[in-house]
């Protein structure tokens, strides 16, 4: 298979599937605020999608939408004098109203609306003059500021235009990869720092899938050497947009992942290296799909237990989250993994693993999953290569045994409505 079929199946894969469904929960947003603010039952009328969606760089699992419905002038006058809150709140009862049954809150700058796998965030505005919108902001007793989304939705499809394509579609690839990996980084970053990748390069103008694998070493790689800073300038607007975790660690990984699977010249090992980038979505080549089978390894057979959160949940990566491992034997002095990890110890046999949130930043309510898998012969001769999903008990902790020598990796999720916002790993090294 070539890599021109392989990129092109990847990009077809991550597109957004439920767009029919994200499109009719618009559409019955904007009635009701229309039918509130101007006695109108449109549905398309005075609102305006944003954010990913908007700009078109929005992949399959997009749990986060935004929207700003575009209030009519003549309601300046009420609203501009400490009215944040209220208008907030009568956009709230108006949708309320309009769909009882529809979980609705009013937060600091928007009001959300909650629906299964996804919440749209809905954000009342006045139009100014020169195109951009004042929004409320209700903190410390009520202010208005200014964002200018159509700028950005502007610069973005123009400069799509000049880069034949590749511009959303590189886009789209990261949002795979920052997914697979667990990597807190919000849209328009992601959008603003591949803006950046394209406009210090002429190599991908009018190139299209065929170069797609030397496109991402070179965006990796990019980002693997960008400065640590706390914000970069959106594109359009060239508004602040804040970085919450640095990413270049995880670029260079990608990288070298990048130049492993370029080197390979056999179509099932190119897929699979390339599927450690992107994740699942990437297509499999000659790689059996099922995930229960019989597989023959090393001359043992084992049983294939390994399931994986993609398959579970929708993605949509925009948390950091934590854990670390609490390690327990009888006669020894108890130490964290994280300290054996640094300073490059490994465990013995026979010990307790208490692993446990050691921090995360999430917004809200959310449930923990864990999965344990054993790697290495020692846990295919003993056919216990595990790797189920397990849902917590709500103690936010999973309790593990070193049985058997071998590198072992423990996985964390945290799954909001419905959908992954938050993943990590950690390695759990066993010595004989």
């Known amino acids: 298979m070539s890599i021109s079929s392989l990129f092109r199946e990847f990009r077809e894969n991550i597109s957004v599937d439920n767009s029919s469904n994200i499109s009719s929960k618009y559409e019955e947003i904007t009635c009701a605020l229309n039918g509130k603010f101007r006695n109108s039952s449109s549905k398309t009328d005075n609102s305006l999608q944003v954010g990913s969606y908007g700009r078109h760089t929005a992949i399959k699992g997009i749990s986060d939408l935004d929207m700003l419905y575009i209030l009519p002038s003549n309601k300046w006058e009420e609203y501009k004098n400490g009215g944040q809150y209220k208008l907030l709140r009568e956009c709230r009862d108006a949708i309320l109203y309009r769909y009882p049954r529809t979980t609705i809150s009013v937060d600091r700058l928007v009001v959300t609306v909650t629906y299964k796998n996804f919440h749209v965030e809905v954000q009342p505005v006045f139009e100014k003059t020169d195109g951009s919108f004042f929004y409320p902001d209700t903190y410390n007793g009520g202010s208005w500021k200014t964002t200018k989304p159509r700028e ?127 994740g699942k979505n990437f297509p499999s080549v000659g790689i059996v799909k099922s995930s229960i089978e019989s597989i023959q390894e090393n001359g043992f057979t084992y049983t294939n237990t390994e399931q994986f959160f993609e398959d579970l949940f929708p993605e ?14 009888n006669g020894f002095r108890n130490d964290s993994l994280s300290n054996i990890l640094f300073s490059r110890r490994r465990l013995g046999r026979n010990k307790k693993l208490i692993f446990y949130i050691k921090s995360n930043d999430i917004e809200g309510d959310f449930q923990i999953y864990w999965k344990i898998k054993n790697v290495g012969i020692e846990a295919i001769k003993r056919d216990c290569v595990r790797g189920q999903i397990i849902k917590d008990t709500g103690k936010n902790q999973k309790i593990e045994t070193t049985d058997f020598y071998g590198d072992h990796i423990a996985e964390c999720a945290a799954v909001q409505n419905g959908v992954v916002v938050a993943k990590t790993s950690i390695e759990v090294p066993i010595d004989i």
């Open 152 to 278: 950005e939705i502007k610069a973005m499809k123009d400069f799509d235009g000049e880069k034949n394509k590749n511009f959303r579609r590189l886009c789209k690839m990261v949002r795979a990869w920052k997914n697979k990996h667990g990597i807190p980084m919000g849209g328009l970053l992601i959008d603003t720092l591949v803006h950046n990748f394209f406009k210090g390069t002429n190599n991908y103008n009018d190139t299209s899938y065929s170069n797609y694998h030397l496109m991402s070493r070179d965006f990796f790689l990019f980002l693997s050497e960008l400065p640590k800073n706390d914000k970069f300038h959106a594109i359009g607007s060239n508004q602040h947009v804040k970085v919450k975790k640095n990413f270049q660690k995880y670029a260079r990984n990608a990288y070298e992942l990048c130049l492993s699977a370029i080197k390979a010249n056999d179509d099932e090992t190119i897929s699979r290296r390339w599927k450690k980038i992107y």
């Open 316 to 329: 949509d990566i925009r948390y950091n989250i934590e854990i670390d491992c609490l390690i327990e034997q």
